[in-house]
Nanobody, 120 residues
C-alpha cells in the first residue's frame, strides 16, 4: 500500500494551496483517510479526515472554515484545499489512512509528507 502526497509549496499568507493524496494497493472505501501535519520542533497533529462511507468530515479547530477535505472514491484520492493560509500553517503535511473504521485514531498507512510554507 502506498500513499503518494503532492501539492505542497511556498505561498504568502492569505493564499491557497491544494494537497492531493493518491492511494494505491488497496481501497479505503470503507474506512477513513486524512491529513496530519508536523511543524518544526512540534509533535505531529491531526488536521482533517474524511470517511468515505457517508462522506463525513472532521477538522481540527484551527483550520475550520479555512480548509476543506474531499475525496474521489473512484480515484482513491483525497484532497485538502487550504485557503486563507497563515504562517502558523507552515509544516510538513502527511497523508494518512486507516485500514478499518471511520476515524484516524489508529493510522495504518502514512504518506511521505509534503512541505507547506506560508510566508508572512
Amino acid at each position: 500500500v502506498q500513499l503518494q502526497a503532492s501539492g505542497g509549496g511556498l505561498v504568502q499568507a492569505g493564499g491557497s494551496l491544494r494537497l492531493s493524496c493518491a492511494a494505491s494497493g488497496r481501497s479505503f472505501s470503507s474506512s477513513a483517510m486524512g491529513w496530519f501535519r508536523q511543524a518544526p520542533g512540534k509533535e505531529r497533529e491531526f488536521v482533517a479526515r474524511i470517511t468515505w462511507s457517508g462522506g463525513r468530515t472532521y477538522y481540527t479547530d484551527s483550520v475550520k472554515g479555512r480548509f476543506t477535505i474531499s475525496g474521489d472514491n473512484a480515484k482513491n484520492t483525497v484532497y485538502l484545499q487550504m485557503n486563507s493560509l497563515k504562517p502558523e500553517d507552515t509544516a510538513v503535511y502527511y497523508c494518512a489512512a486507516a485500514a478499518y473504521g471511520g476515524t484516524l485514531i489508529k493510522v495504518d498507512y502514512w504518506g511521505q509528507g509534503t512541505q507547506v510554507t506560508v510566508s508572512s
